[in-house]
């Protein structure tokens, strides 16, 4: 019986030193696991923080970006604004010439005149010229009483030009769109719808009688944001009207206005400028020998234009445009007494 306690004793005291190293090995797996976790958990962080820094040195360049971008922008629009003035520095020049040509031929003709004006004749026409003036009083007294108390309950409305809030103020051109054409206003100069048909740019008789009206208010300063811009006043039977205007204008993209107002409205506008409807009258009918000459450079792409003066149902190609005004219409969204046009105004 001895024996075998002792047997068993040495058995118990020699398992101690295995127990021992395991538990030692299983505390150092334990140790360097922990070591191992931590290590992974400070890497994924380093990770999160490197990719959170990367999303923000992207946001930052797209934003630079951006900015980049709409300076161009702005850089573009001022560069296309210059040369539109350019372009009507250089028509005004060619009138000028123009018209100190034609002072030479009146001084030849005078000149070679043999025979001096008979002076009846003279007498007469300055009695013409006077009884004219005399009516144009008249008419203008009658317009004035008119418009001060017009005949009859229907209200008289007027379209002035918006004061912005950052001081500037741009005049408005007004282009009247019925169903015979747009009509420059208060000049009362017609342009047809054959005139507002291709080629477009800027040579087209619209966008030229736009130019006329827009040199005689040019600002003194040269200030851009001053300058005059086109204000479309849009009836109901004129929508085709606009939407065909809207393409002989397409380098106004960001230069125009619009209001919408009813058939029947009367409106009043400002006075005209004195001798500006010749100026008018001289630019569209440089721009129809303009669009006539390019046409017959190019007879494949215009021979629509050239046989009968193009076809008659072209008006709908600008179904689109027609459509977005007649849902203004319908939602009521027409202001007849608005300062700058409802649309896109440019402010």
Same mark, same amino acid.
């Given at each position: 019986?001895?024996?075998?306690? %002792? ?21 150092? $797996?334990? $140790? ?19 990719? %959170? ?24 629009? $001022? ?126 008789? $619209? ?93 494949? %792409? ?46």
């Amino acid at each position: 019986m001895k024996r075998r306690r %002792k047997q068993r004793d040495n058995f118990v005291q020699s398992l101690f030193p295995f127990l021992a190293v395991l538990l030692s090995t299983m505390g150092a $797996l334990v $140790l360097l696991l922990m070591l191992i976790v931590n290590q992974a958990q400070a890497t994924a962080k380093q990770m999160a923080a490197d990719k %959170k820094t990367e999303i923000e040195d992207a946001e930052s360049n797209l934003e630079l970006l951006r900015n980049s971008f709409e300076e161009q922008l702005d850089e573009r629009r $001022l560069e296309l604004e210059r040369k539109r003035l350019t372009l009507q520095h250089l028509e005004k020049h060619i009138k000028e010439l123009m018209e100190e040509l034609e002072g030479i031929q009146r001084t030849a003709v005078l000149l070679g005149q043999k025979q001096t004006q008979d002076k009846t004749a003279e007498a007469e026409t300055e009695r013409k010229i006077s009884q004219l003036e005399k009516q144009l009083t008249d008419a203008n007294i009658d317009l004035k009483k008119k418009l001060e108390k017009p005949a009859g309950n229907k209200p008289i409305f007027a379209i002035i030009p918006y004061q912005g809030t950052n001081g500037t103020h741009r005049r408005p051109i007004y282009l009247e769109c019925t169903s015979k054409g747009v009509t420059i206003q208060p000049e009362g100069v017609l342009i047809g719808l054959a005139d507002l048909r291709p080629p477009y740019g800027p040579g087209n008789p $619209l966008d030229a009688a736009i130019r006329a009206v827009r040199s005689r208010f040019a600002p003194a300063n040269g200030a851009l944001t001053s300058t005059a811009y086109p204000l479309l006043i849009v009836r109901p039977s004129g929508v085709r009207t606009y939407a065909m205007a809207r393409q002989a204008m397409s380098g106004w993209d960001d230069q125009f206005g619009y209001e919408l107002i009813d058939e029947a409205l009367e409106l009043t506008y400002p006075e005209s400028e004195p001798g500006i409807v010749p100026e008018i009258e001289q630019a569209l009918v440089l721009a129809r020998e303009r669009q006539a000459a390019l046409v017959m450079a190019m007879p494949a %792409k215009y021979r629509q234009y050239i046989t009968q003066g193009g076809p008659a149902s072209e008006a709908l190609e600008f179904s689109d445009d027609a459509s977005d005004l007649g849902d203004e219409w319908a939602g009521g969204s027409s202001n007849s007494s608005g300062g700058g046009g409802s649309g896109s105004s440019p402010g």
